[in-house]
């Protein structure tokens, strides 16, 4: 229950697009709320993206107009589409689920109980 398991990470170049996917065998992940993390060396974990199940995605600053979060309750999967990535995007990516929304505390780490292991993403320019 709750396992996740993340995949597409690898060296995009600065430019270029990346598309994460996470997976998850838990059949009530439809009622999660899922997100997006990454971690830089040296830095804070922060959030990427989230979506709750039939809501608006959210997005942080840094990304917006450039990433895609995209949650398949059929197949259990969460994606993560992003566009011109930029040097500061590199990082471990990590998917989270919760078992709530948490409105405007969304980008809080301590709103999701499951985490995957994290994909590594480095960015050349």
């Known amino acids: 229950q709750g396992q996740l398991v993340e995949s597409g990470g690898g060296s995009v170049q600065a430019g270029g697009s990346l598309r994460l996917s996470c997976k998850t065998s838990?059949?009530?992940?439809?009622?999660?709320?899922m997100a997006w993390f990454r971690q830089a060396p040296g830095k804070e974990r922060e959030a990427v993206a989230a979506?709750?199940?039939?809501?608006?995605?959210r997005y942080a600053d840094s990304v917006t107009g450039r990433a895609t979060i995209y949650k398949d309750d059929r197949e259990n999967t969460l994606d993560l589409q992003m566009n011109n990535v930029q040097p500061e995007d590199a990082g471990m990516y990590y998917c989270?689920?919760?078992?709530?929304?948490?409105?405007?505390?969304?980008?809080?780490?301590?709103?999701?109980?499951?985490w995957g292991q994290g994909t590594q993403v480095t960015v050349s320019s």
């Open positions: 989270a689920a919760g078992l709530s929304w948490a409105g405007p505390d969304w980008g809080r780490v301590g709103e999701y109980m499951y």
């Open positions: 838990d059949a009530n992940a439809r009622y999660y709320s």
């Open positions: 979506i709750k199940r039939g809501g608006t995605p």
